[in-house]
């Protein structure tokens, strides 16, 4: 599911030395039947954090744990539009268009290097 910034309620600066901006987000907000948010709220009471702790940790675990693929997309990305990976992060970061894709861009495949000499089912 990917959220665009206009769905993010932002209630300004909270931590002014760390300049962090929260964003708000309800559980009711998020596509999940009745059967799953009754379980996930048994679960958070059972693990003693509130709804807004435990989706905080499941977010920052699934980020941690995707990181090194969404850095692969967004070099693969960054190349196939001629920008820097700061440039193509900070457009997206603001919703902005990247622009016209190249047709001879460079592609590094992290993968090849993995399977070189296997046989691997595509």
Same mark, same amino acid.
């Given at each position: 599911?990917?959220?665009?910034?206009?769905? #993010?309620?932002?209630?300004?600066?909270?931590?002014?030395?760390?300049? %962090?901006?929260?964003?708000? @987000?309800?559980?009711?907000? /998020?596509?999940?039947?009745?059967?799953?948010?009754? $379980?996930?709220?048994? #679960?958070?009471? @059972?693990?003693? $954090?509130? /709804?807004?702790?435990?989706?905080?940790?499941?977010?920052? *675990? *699934?980020?941690? &744990? $995707?990181?090194?693929? *969404?850095?692969? &997309?967004? %070099? *693969?990305?960054?190349? $196939?539009?001629?920008?820097?990976?700061?440039?193509?992060?900070?457009? !997206?970061?603001?919703?902005?268009? !990247?622009?016209?894709? !190249?047709?001879?861009?460079?592609?590094?495949?992290? #993968?090849?290097?993995?399977?070189?000499? &296997?046989?691997?089912? %595509?």
């Amino acid at each position: 599911m990917f959220c665009t910034r206009a769905k #993010w309620e932002y209630i300004g600066d909270v931590n002014e030395q760390k300049n %962090v901006i929260m964003a708000i @987000l309800r559980l009711g907000s /998020v596509e999940l039947s009745e059967a799953d948010i009754d $379980k996930f709220i048994v #679960w958070c009471r @059972l693990s003693g $954090k509130s /709804v807004r702790a435990k989706l905080a940790t499941i977010i920052m *675990y *699934y980020m941690a &744990k $995707k990181e090194k693929d *969404y850095r692969a &997309k967004l %070099v *693969y990305t960054a190349n $196939k539009y001629g920008l820097s990976p700061e440039e193509t992060f900070k457009r !997206l970061l603001n919703n902005e268009e !990247l622009g016209e894709s !190249l047709e001879d861009f460079e592609v590094e495949l992290d #993968w090849a290097d993995e399977t070189e000499g &296997k046989d691997v089912d %595509v």
